[in-house]
């Protein structure tokens, strides 16, 4: 038999092709219930507080509704400014030494008339705002600003709330010394907590949206600029907060030409 009349034999089958990369995972666009980022145009406020047994603050406490450009605490020695900010340093997780304290439990209120309670808790409102200029008309609703100051007043209280946007954050302290994050009434992880609240631009890392007493005195006596690479003068601190610091490199080349 020729060579051209033997059977064929079975060809080998092709190669598999290489299975595509896998496409990375999508961002999550929610925790825990709770909207990641911030509208558009829009910004991030503290509507109100709400402690509850939380070191002076005997029972439930609610403090606010804040003004829509409420950006510090101030009143007379003892007049409970700490406690305020200690409340919002909770929340954000600051652990019990960095206020002051060994253990978390030392967080919970203690007096003559509500000794050994179990608990405390702090809970924080957040709304989404559109300012709004003033025009003449009367505000209400949700479109006031808190204590329903009139639009047209000239003093800039008004905004308009983002529909769905609201959402809290909730820190507890235990007798036990045990402390649980919840978003919304639902309990979260404290990695999920920051990264729902960075996502609002709250810069937990270099913690430049809360500055305490101490350091009011500390940055009015920096130097103008750092004398040497590294150091930290007024300026580099504003270039940090507002994120310029990352073009300071192309900023001297160009400089050089």
């Given at each position: 038999?020729?060579?051209?009349?033997?059977?064929m034999?079975?060809?080998?089958?092709p190669a598999?092709?290489?299975?595509a990369?896998a496409a990375?995972?999508a961002p999550p666009?929610?925790?825990?219930?709770?909207?990641?980022?911030?509208?558009?145009?829009?910004r991030?406020?503290?509507?109100?507080?709400?402690?509850?047994?939380?070191?002076?603050?005997?029972g439930?406490?609610?403090v606010g509704?804040?003004?829509?450009?409420f950006?510090?605490?101030v009143?007379?020695?003892?007049s409970g400014?700490?406690n305020v900010?200690?409340?919002?340093?909770?929340?954000?997780?600051r652990r019990?030494?960095?206020?002051?304290?060994?253990?978390v439990?030392?967080?919970?209120?203690?007096?003559a008339s509500?000794?050994?309670l179990?608990r405390?808790?702090?809970t924080?409102?957040?709304?989404?705002?559109?300012?709004?200029a003033?025009?003449?008309?009367?505000?209400?609703?949700?479109?006031a600003?808190p204590?329903?100051?009139?639009a047209?007043?000239g003093?800039?209280?008004?905004?308009?709330?983002?529909?769905?946007s609201g959402?809290?954050?909730?820190?507890?302290?235990?007798?036990?010394n045990?402390?649980d994050?919840?978003?919304?009434g639902?309990?979260?992880?404290?990695k999920e907590?920051?990264?729902?609240?960075k996502?609002?631009?709250?810069?937990?890392?270099?913690n430049?949206?809360?500055?305490?007493?101490?350091e009011v005195?500390?940055?009015?006596?920096?130097?103008?600029r750092g004398?040497?690479?590294?150091?930290?003068?007024?300026?580099?601190y504003?270039?940090d907060?507002?994120?310029t610091d990352?073009?300071?490199?192309?900023?001297?080349?160009h400089?050089?030409?």
């Amino acid at each position: 038999m020729s060579a051209a009349d033997a059977p064929m034999a079975d060809a080998p089958p092709p190669a598999a092709e290489p299975a595509a990369p896998a496409a990375p995972a999508a961002p999550p666009t929610s925790v825990c219930g709770a909207n990641m980022g911030v509208t558009p145009g829009a910004r991030l406020m503290i509507r109100e507080m709400v402690l509850d047994n939380f070191k002076s603050y005997a029972g439930e406490q609610r403090v606010g509704p804040f003004h829509k450009c409420f950006s510090s605490v101030v009143g007379p020695n003892g007049s409970g400014k700490s406690n305020v900010i200690d409340a919002m340093l909770f929340v954000f997780g600051r652990r019990a030494k960095q206020l002051r304290f060994n253990k978390v439990s030392e967080l919970i209120h203690n007096s003559a008339s509500h000794r050994a309670l179990e608990r405390a808790c702090v809970t924080v409102h957040f709304q989404e705002i559109f300012d709004t200029a003033d025009d003449g008309a009367a505000g209400d609703g949700e479109n006031a600003a808190p204590g329903g100051a009139a639009a047209g007043s000239g003093d800039g209280d008004t905004y308009t709330v983002v529909e769905g946007s609201g959402f809290t954050v909730a820190r507890t302290a235990t007798r036990s010394n045990s402390s649980d994050y919840y978003v919304n009434g639902r309990k979260c992880g404290v990695k999920e907590v920051a990264a729902l609240l960075k996502s609002k631009g709250i810069d937990l890392d270099n913690n430049r949206f809360l500055i305490l007493q101490g350091e009011v005195e500390q940055i009015s006596l920096m130097k103008p600029r750092g004398e040497a690479p590294g150091d930290t003068g007024l300026l580099e601190y504003l270039e940090d907060i507002i994120g310029t610091d990352g073009l300071v490199p192309q900023i001297e080349e160009h400089g050089k030409r």
